[in-house]
Every structure is written in C-alpha cells, then in structure tokens.
C-alpha cells in the first residue's frame, strides 16, 4: 500500500504491508535495488545503515506486538530509503507511530528521520511500561498460587526484553553513524532532535536493564519458593511411607505360614502386633522430628 504525501523539501512515501507488487513499484519506478528490497523483506534484520550510489538505506527496530510469532511482544524492521527530494518508508507491518508524527515536525528529510528515531524511543519505553505492568501483575498472582500459566508470561516477558535490548542498541549505533554523515545534522534543531532521541534510547536502556534485573530477581525467589515445596511434598510422602511400611512388615510376618509366637492365643498375639508396632512408629517419628524432615 503507498501512500505519498508532498511536503514543502520532500515528498514522503509510506509503503505499509506490501505486497509483490508493491516490491515491483519500488524496483521498478524508485530505482530500489533488489538486494534492498530482499533485506526489507527479512523479518530478522538487524539495524544498520547503508550507503547505495542514489540513495541512503537507514534500517531501525521498533516494538510491535506480534500474534505471529513465538513472542508476543516483538520488533519488526523499519526501511528508511532517503534521497535528495523524498523518503521512503517501508515496513512489513503497519507502522502506527508513522501517524504521531505531525506535518510541522517534517520540515527536512534530516529532521523527519530523526524524529522518526525519537518516536522509536518513545515507543520502546511505553511497551516496557506496559510489560511491567505485566510482570507485576503475574507476580500478584504467583504470590497467592504458584501456576504454570504465569511462569510462562514471565519467561515471555524476558524474551521481550532480550529482544528491545538488541533493538535498542543497534538503533542507537545507527544514530551514530547517521551524525558522522556529512551533512545530516546541519541544523541547531537537527541536533537538538539527534540528542532527544539519544536521551530517549539511554533511559529505554537503562529501563530494560533495571527491569530485566527485577524480573531475574522475581524468577530466582519463586524458583526458589518451588524448590521448597518440593522438598516438603517429597518430606511428607517420605514419613508416610515410613508409617505404612511399618506395620506392612509386621502384618506381612505374621501372616507367614510358619509357627509364630503366642500364635495360640490371639489376644495376646494382637497386643504383643500393637505394640511392637507402635514401638517402631515412635522411633521413626523421633528421628524424622530430630531430622526435622517435615
């Protein structure tokens, strides 16, 4: 799908979710190289910038929530292909924060990127705002009952963070090479955005690592919290098996048959079997309590 808005120094084409013959078009009628479009369409690229003979290709990650993939809350590639006169923006998905940038804030192509990179930024640290949310809400709920469920959501969120840090990085590493190119940041505004951004990209990192820590901790203690009741489920069924397998023995000896002692009177036999049971009862009590099994 295109969409092209004309504006003052530029024009600016937006290609959301495209299709083969979208590709075609940029081919074709943009002079986009193949080997361009083969990386845009690679949903695991990784951001960089590339310099082609007509045009600059700016490839960056944003946070995307993804039914698609194994993890929910994922990044996808953003294509910024840039010349003298027009942008091009191109992305497999649709590219919502696209919209939250406003006609005054595209004065130049360097601007528009740029603030395209800030809105990235922002967008990171409103997603890890809401995985924490997540994150706190699962830990309410292990508090009350440890469930496979919220275990899962927990090890989700970790996923995320591993992947907005790989992406956070890598499009701070962009921005820098996009200030070392000649001429991009010619402007106060221009490199007030540049350093905007750069603040907005250093706090996501540092909320991801805090975050990150905190949600190791969280895992840690109730790994921990399933460790011991384990070992008390396993304590428990230890001394119970201690207690049937004692008068199991006993019962089993005297059912032999062979001549047992005071067989020949039962009340006897019944009290000599009880007591000789509850004997060994107490001493396996006393030592499972001096042990401190359970």
Not at 102 to 118: A, G, W
Not at 228 to 236: E, G, Q
């Amino acid at each position: 799908m295109f969409v092209t808005e004309k504006l003052k120094t530029f024009s600016w084409v937006n290609v959301g979710n495209p299709d083969h013959k979208d590709f075609e078009k940029l081919q074709n009628e943009y002079k986009i190289d193949e080997d361009n479009i083969s990386d845009i369409l690679d949903p695991d690229e990784q951001p960089r910038l590339e310099v082609e003979d007509d045009y600059k290709v700016i490839i960056v990650r944003f946070p995307i929530i993804n039914r698609e993939t194994d993890t929910l809350w994922h990044t996808e590639p953003l294509s910024i292909i840039y010349s003298s006169n027009r942008v091009i923006t191109v992305c497999r998905k649709r590219c919502d924060l696209l919209d939250k940038i406003k006609k005054s804030e595209k004065t130049s192509r360097e601007e528009f990127i740029l603030n395209i990179m800030y809105y990235i930024a922002e967008s990171y640290l409103r997603m890890l705002k809401e995985l924490n949310k997540r994150v706190l809400e699962s830990k309410k709920i292990l508090q009350e009952r440890i469930r496979k469920k919220e275990l899962l959501e927990l090890l989700e969120v970790e996923n995320s963070y591993t992947l907005y840090m790989a992406g956070i990085r890598g499009n701070i590493a962009v921005l820098d090479k996009l200030e070392k190119v000649r001429g991009f940041v010619k402007t106060d505004e221009a490199a007030e955005l540049a350093e905007d951004a750069r603040i907005e990209f250093g706090q996501a990192t540092e909320v991801v690592t805090s975050y990150s820590k905190m949600l190791k901790s969280i895992k840690e203690t109730f790994e921990s919290v399933i460790n011991m009741d384990s070992n008390t489920y396993i304590n428990r069924l230890t001394l119970w098996n201690i207690i049937l397998v004692v008068p199991t023995v006993i019962v089993g000896y005297y059912g032999m048959n062979v001549r047992l002692p005071f067989a020949e009177y039962d009340n006897i036999a019944i009290a000599v079997f009880m007591v000789i049971m509850i004997l060994l009862l107490g001493f396996a009590l006393v030592g499972i309590l001096r042990r401190r099994i359970v």
